[in-house]
Each structure stands twice: as C-alpha cells, then as structure tokens.
C-alpha cells in the first residue's frame, strides 16, 4: 500500500497566467481571476505564478477544474501539476543567492 503523504504523491499545483490589462473591463477580470484562485487556496510564488498544495493527485484534479471555471475570456493561464517530490528539487535563488522554500503548512484531515 502506498504510503497516502508519500512524497511522490501528494501534488503541486501552478497556474502561471499573462492576462492583458489595457483596458478597465480587462483589468477587472485580472483582478477577480486573481481574487478567486487566492480563495481557492493558492498563493503567489512570484508575480503571474500561484501555487497549491495537494494531498493528492485526486485532490489536485478538483482544484485545476477550478481555475478553469475561473478563466478569463482573454490571455494565456498555464495549469502545471507536479509531485512534492519535484518541487522539492526545485533551486531558487533571489539576488544570486540561494533561497529555501517554505514547507507547506500541515493540513488537519477529519475523517
């Protein structure tokens, strides 16, 4: 049986996005596509790219049909799932010097 928070199991979400804000109309569909990932759970990890924690590949799923009920009529939006594993083995340097990346916040699971 596979171990259910293995490393290799539990998902990562991204949507990176590059929405136009020329005018009013698209300015304010950036900002409620934007509005309603956040609620959704994702956070940003640089500008244009949030990002959620999964249990689950499953789980991942729910929220990528998500941000697509959420698009906008205009611009490119990117779903990406990985692994934690992968994440895990991402570098990330600011300023020319490595940076570590937060652990996820545990998540409590009520049966």
């Not at 500008?47 to 590949?57: G, T, W």
């Not at 300023?95 to 049966?111: G, S």
Request: charged share 30%; glycine share 4%.
């Amino acid at each position: 049986m596979m171990d259910r928070f293995s490393e290799y199991r539990v998902m990562w979400v991204l949507v990176l996005f590059d929405l136009p804000t020329e005018t009013k109309k698209e300015r304010k569909a950036y900002a409620t596509f934007r509005k309603r990932i956040m609620a959704d759970g994702f956070t940003m990890f640089q500008f244009s790219i949030y990002l959620r924690h999964c249990p689950s590949y499953e789980n991942a799923e729910v929220h990528i049909k998500r941000v697509k009920s959420f698009m906008p009529e205009f611009g490119d939006i990117g779903i990406l799932c990985i692994t934690d594993k992968q994440f895990g083995e991402m570098e990330i340097f600011s300023n020319c010097k490595p940076k570590t990346v937060d652990a996820p916040c545990q998540q409590l699971e009520l049966f």
